[in-house]
C-alpha cells in the first residue's frame, strides 16, 4: 500500500515552479493533497483529490482523480481607512481523470493507462483546445 505524504508537482509556466502538495484529510475512499505553499489561503491554494469510486461490478476497480486551482476576485481599491476586504473566490479551474480498471488487468496494461493518460495533455492538438479553445477538425 502507498504511503500518505507530500508530493512535488511543476505548474505549466514558462519557468516552471515546483509545489508541494501535503495530505490534508484521507478516508478509506478519499485522499485530499493541497499545496501548503507560504502566502496561499485554503481558498487560493490548489487542491488534488483521489477518489475510490463504487462500482456495482466487483470485477471492476473504478478511481478519480481531480485537480483544482481557485483563481480569487482582484480587488482594486480600499477603503478610506485603509481596510481592504479579504478576496474572494472568482472561478476555479478543474481536471477530472477516472479510470476504469478491470480486475482482470494486467500491471503493464495498467502502466500503459496510466502512461497514455499522462501524455494526452502534451499532444499539441489537446493542447490547442485546452489552451485556446480550438477544436481538433
Do not use: W
Amino acid at each position: 500500500m502507498a504511503a500518505l505524504g507530500n508530493f512535488t508537482m511543476n505548474d505549466g509556466q514558462t519557468t516552471p515552479v515546483a509545489h508541494t502538495f501535503e495530505p490534508v484529510s484521507h478516508s478509506l475512499t478519499e485522499f485530499v493533497y493541497r499545496d501548503n505553499a507560504t502566502g496561499l489561503t485554503v481558498l487560493s491554494a490548489p487542491m488534488c483529490v483521489l477518489a475510490v469510486l463504487p462500482s456495482k461490478d466487483k470485477s471492476i476497480e473504478r478511481y478519480r482523480e481531480k485537480i483544482i486551482l481557485p483563481a480569487l476576485e482582484t480587488l482594486t481599491s480600499s477603503a478610506a481607512s485603509g481596510y481592504q476586504a479579504a478576496p474572494k473566490l472568482a472561478y476555479s479551474l478543474s481536471k477530472i481523470s477516472d479510470y476504469v480498471i478491470p480486475s482482470r488487468a494486467t500491471l503493464a496494461q495498467r502502466k500503459d493507462l496510466v502512461a497514455f493518460g499522462a501524455a494526452l495533455p502534451n499532444i499539441t492538438q489537446f493542447q490547442n483546445v485546452y489552451y485556446y479553445g480550438t477544436r481538433p477538425y
